[in-house]
């Protein structure tokens, strides 16, 4: 499943995943937002593997801004987006306008 | 920082629509660091799309090690391209049958932003290798405003009512024109901008896959509909605002004329072999 956010004035960010067994595998991040640099990006995706599909948008964010590392900067588009990308996916996948 | 959709006009002294940026790249200290540059041209010669790519590469590490003078490089189209951006997914971006149809390579830059359709006469592109110390102290949202100010300016000459939308946009009130993107290593910058000089909007439809949810904040249906190409807003030849451009970057900053050197293409080349030209560069995202 995919969902995808774009920033206001900002980027679009999208989320490809799959839920099994509750989480999130096979996590894909993208979209034409810019970081720097650019070999944080692995941290994006790797932050949402194997989340719980329930968490909250707050905690999905928390999650991946933790795991951006120190000095690493995300333009135009932030954990809140990449988080809402997700939320939009699994209610997509539900059926559920979000 | 949200991206006008009318035509209202900026006080002349405004570059972007964001007056906190506009003020800062005002700033006369910022004039002053263009300047304690020597900065050279290469003009535009056509080359394969991955050639401009790979070029990119060895041209921004080459001014951060200082072994080549900060570069302004006028990129020449040999064929036509998809370049995605570094984070973006091939099948997202780009339908790949109607690409391969047309005799459209797909290829992969180092820089982030959206994917592009460029054909040999269709689109001004150029790049500005640049030390780090240039934009130092900017935020990245003030440093790509302050990296095309001058083309902001250039446009105006040419009698466009053009300015800069945050983050990375340069439009006018006849459309969106084109849009920026940076790469930052070796400590250096590479600022690279794409212009559309005139736009098959069916083709570009067919090729590039833009979804409602890219659209949502611009109060638009079709990506096509938003871009104001050159040729339509000037009514100049390509080569005339290339010429222009490059007249302006003289006037403001101060350009001497230069070229490529045979060893930058040889490490090009190489660079094509190991990376751009590679599927796993390509396909790094499928």
């Known amino acids: ?98 | 920082m949200s991206e006008p959709t009318t035509t209202a006009p900026l006080e002349p002294e405004m570059l972007t629509t964001d007056p906190a940026i506009s003020q800062r790249i005002a700033d006369p200290e910022l004039a002053e660091r263009w300047r304690a540059y020597d900065w050279q041209l290469i003009p535009s010669t056509p080359l394969p799309p991955n050639m401009n790519l790979a070029l990119d590469e060895v041209l921004t590490s080459r001014v951060g090690r200082g072994e080549r003078p900060p570069t302004l490089r006028f990129w020449g189209w040999a064929s036509p391209a998809v370049i995605l951006g570094r984070f973006q997914s091939v099948r997202n971006e780009v339908n790949e049958e109607t690409a391969a149809a047309h005799g459209i390579q797909i290829v992969r830059r180092i820089s982030g932003g959206g994917a592009m359709l460029a054909e040999p006469e269709g689109a001004i592109t150029y790049s500005i290798y640049a030390p780090e110390a240039l934009i130092k102290g900017l935020s990245f949202a003030e440093s790509y405003a302050f990296f095309d100010a001058w083309v902001i300016q250039a446009l105006r000459r040419l009698g466009l009512e053009a300015w800069y939308a945050p983050l990375n946009d340069i439009t006018a009130s006849g459309g969106k024109i084109g849009g920026a993107a940076q790469a930052r290593r070796w400590n250096a910058v590479l600022h690279h901008v794409t212009m559309a000089y005139q736009m098959n909007g069916e083709l570009l439809s067919q090729v590039l896959r833009i979804g409602k949810e890219k659209l949502s904040d611009k109060g638009i249906t079709s990506a096509a509909k938003r871009v104001g190409p050159l040729r339509q807003q000037t009514d100049l030849p390509r080569q005339a605002i290339i010429d222009h451009l490059t007249d302006v970057f003289r006037d403001e900053h101060g350009l001497t004329d230069g070229a490529l050197l045979p060893e930058e293409i040889a490490e090009a080349e190489q660079l094509i072999k190991t990376r751009f030209g590679t599927k796993e560069w390509v396909y790094f995202l499928p």
Not at chain 1, 21 to 27: A, E, F, I, S
Not at chain 1, 54 to 63: D, K, Q
Not at chain 1, 79 to 93: D, F, H, K, Q
């Open chain 1, 1 to 98: 499943m995919q969902g995808q956010y774009k920033t206001p004035g900002g980027k679009l960010v999208a989320v490809d995943f799959e839920v099994v067994d509750g989480q999130l595998r096979n996590v894909t991040v993208h979209g034409d937002f810019f970081l720097y640099p650019d070999d944080a990006f692995a941290a994006l995706s790797g932050a949402l593997e194997g989340a719980p599909a329930g968490l909250g948008e707050a905690a999905l964010a928390e999650r991946v801004r933790a795991a951006i590392p120190a000095g690493a900067e995300l333009v135009g588009t932030s954990p809140e987006a990449i988080a809402i990308a997700v939320n939009r996916g699994l209610a997509g996948a539900k059926g559920i306008r979000a």
